[in-house]
């Protein structure tokens, strides 16, 4: 039973445009939440993570959002560049969990169009 | 050069036979993991392991084994292969500086298909 779900398989996007990925989670103990990006032949590569303590976390085009009550997150993506064409997965973790092993989404198939 | 590799990056192989995946890393991590891809399934552990004499199962180990020859390699077994282990395995590392700060680093993956 996945406990991270990531429900869009795909998402096309025009340059410039805002990306928007969703996750959704369903173990209350997750308080730590990653994505991650994938290009063909490469393994995956961190790009932005988020605890429980914060709602907003930005890195430059990148800011990830976390609504707890929701068990929800989203990564949006602004403006859109054709490099941003890759899968994006969403993962989390519990701190509680002193392995600290990640829980893996589906993954999101974006493709950003001229 | 990579940080983490993995050998082979493609392989094809027949029912029933023993393969070997072999991850490496230079970053000093200690802890090690394998996982396996499959379409609409996301990424799912295989192994962990904290240290040379630390390996724990994760949720998919069955038909599966390991070994940790030292700190920087990790190796994946498929003592038996079957067509349903055909999928793109990772090794990865991390090393965790805080109570946040997990991030896992990943090999390239290998393609494995199993006939």
Redesign the interface.
């Known amino acids: 039973d ?1 406990q ?1 779900k ?1 429900n869009s ?1 795909s998402l096309s996007v025009q340059e410039g445009r805002i990306s928007i990925l969703n996750c959704d989670y369903t173990n209350s103990m997750f ?2 939440f ?1 994505w ?1 990006k994938k290009y063909p ?6 790009l932005i ?1 988020i ?1 429980s303590i914060k709602d907003k976390n930005e890195d430059g085009r990148f800011t990830v959002f976390l609504n707890k009550s929701a068990k929800h997150l989203s990564l949006h993506i602004v403006p859109s560049q054709p490099g941003d064409s890759a899968v994006y ?1 969403c993962a989390a ?1 519990a ?1 509680t969990d002193s ?4 829980q ?4 999101t198939q974006v493709v950003v169009t001229p | 050069d990579a940080d ?1 590799t993995q050998t082979p990056r493609n392989r094809i192989t027949k029912t029933g036979k023993r393969i070997m995946l072999e991850c490496s890393q230079t970053k000093g991590h200690d ?1 090690m993991y394998w ?1 396996r891809q499959d379409p ?6 295989i192994y ?1 392991s ?1 240290d040379v004499k630390d390996i ?1 199962k ?1 949720e998919i180990s069955d038909g599966y084994s390991v070994s940790r020859q030292a700190q920087a390699k990790f190796s994946l077994s498929l003592e038996s292969a079957i067509p349903n282990q055909t999928a793109l395995y ?1 090794c ?1 590392t ?1 090393d ?1 500086a805080g ?2 700060t ?8 290998t393609r494995l298909t199993v006939l």
């Open positions: 996945q991270v990531q398989p308080d730590y990653l991650y032949a490469e393994g995956p590569t961190f993570s605890s997965f973790s701190s392995w600290g092993k990640l893996f989404g589906a993954g | 983490v802890r996982y609409g399934l996301g990424l799912r552990l962990y904290f724990n994760g990772f990865a991390s965790p109570a946040y997990d991030t896992q680093y990943f090999g390239p993956g």
